[in-house]
């Protein structure tokens, strides 16, 4: 599409050896209690091989960096005095699995090896304080690719779209 090859692939929820699997890599055994490790959406510049991949293990890992402290909601104060201390249940990790995580990039070389930008890349990305026309989003267009991808990544997608945090 106009230069980009866009790939998506629907998987299933992981079942019990993967999340063994995916809690040994992490070192957690804090887990979404879904976590659809084989999807993902990819999109690809063809001229640049310039490559940005979104796929829950490099999201999870991501959260897992990021270390943030548990979720305080307030209203769960009030809650907590009105139960049994015995039946009360310590989250002591961020629940909410909140993520700086904004896919991962990879630059194909011409052997068609791939290259983590982190590692080794001429490629500079750049902070702006350019927005997207949300006027221009809500034209009727064509659709030049659709692909029904499960939610957690059609979310991530939208919120990275329009630049939410």
Same mark, same amino acid.
């Not at 599409?1 to 980009?4: H, P, Q």
């Not at 990021?66 to 989250?91: G, H, M, T």
């Not at 995580?101 to 090896?113: K, P, R």
């Given at each position: +599409?106009?230069?980009?090859v866009?790939?998506? %692939?629907?998987?299933?929820? =992981?079942?019990?050896?993967?999340?063994?699997l995916?809690?040994? #890599? =992490?070192? &957690?055994? %804090?887990?979404?209690e879904?976590?659809?490790?084989?999807?993902?959406?990819?999109? /690809?510049?063809a001229?640049?091989?310039? #490559?940005? %991949?979104?796929?829950?293990?490099?999201?999870? #890992? @991501?959260?897992?960096q990021?270390?943030?402290?548990?979720?305080? +909601?307030?209203? @769960?104060?009030?809650?907590?005095?009105?139960?049994?201390?015995?039946? /009360?249940?310590?989250?002591d990790?961020?629940y909410?699995?909140?993520?700086?995580?904004?896919?991962?990039?990879?630059?194909?070389? /011409?052997?068609? &090896?791939?290259?983590?930008?982190?590692?080794?890349?001429? =490629?500079?990305?750049?902070? &702006?304080?350019?927005?997207?026309?949300?006027?221009?989003?809500? @034209?009727?267009?064509?659709? =030049?690719?659709?692909?029904?991808?499960?939610?957690?990544? #059609?979310?991530?997608?939208?919120?990275?779209?329009?630049?939410?945090p």
């Open positions: +599409v106009k230069g980009w866009i790939q998506t %692939h629907k998987g299933p929820i =992981l079942n019990s050896a993967s999340v063994s995916y809690e040994d #890599k =992490l070192q &957690t055994t %804090h887990l979404p879904m976590v659809f490790g084989e999807s993902f959406v990819s999109i /690809q510049n001229q640049t091989g310039v #490559k940005l %991949h979104f796929n829950a293990l490099d999201a999870l #890992k @991501a959260w897992k990021e270390a943030l402290p548990p979720v305080q +909601v307030p209203a @769960a104060a009030k809650w907590k005095f009105r139960s049994n201390p015995a039946d /009360q249940v310590v989250l990790y961020d909410t699995f909140t993520t700086p995580y904004c896919g991962s990039d990879v630059v194909l070389n /011409q052997d068609a &090896t791939q290259t983590s930008l982190d590692e080794c890349s001429n =490629l500079c990305w750049e902070d &702006t304080d350019d927005r997207i026309d949300l006027v221009a989003l809500s @034209a009727k267009e064509p659709i =030049l690719f659709y692909d029904e991808v499960r939610k957690q990544i #059609k979310l991530f997608l939208i919120a990275l779209y329009i630049g939410l």
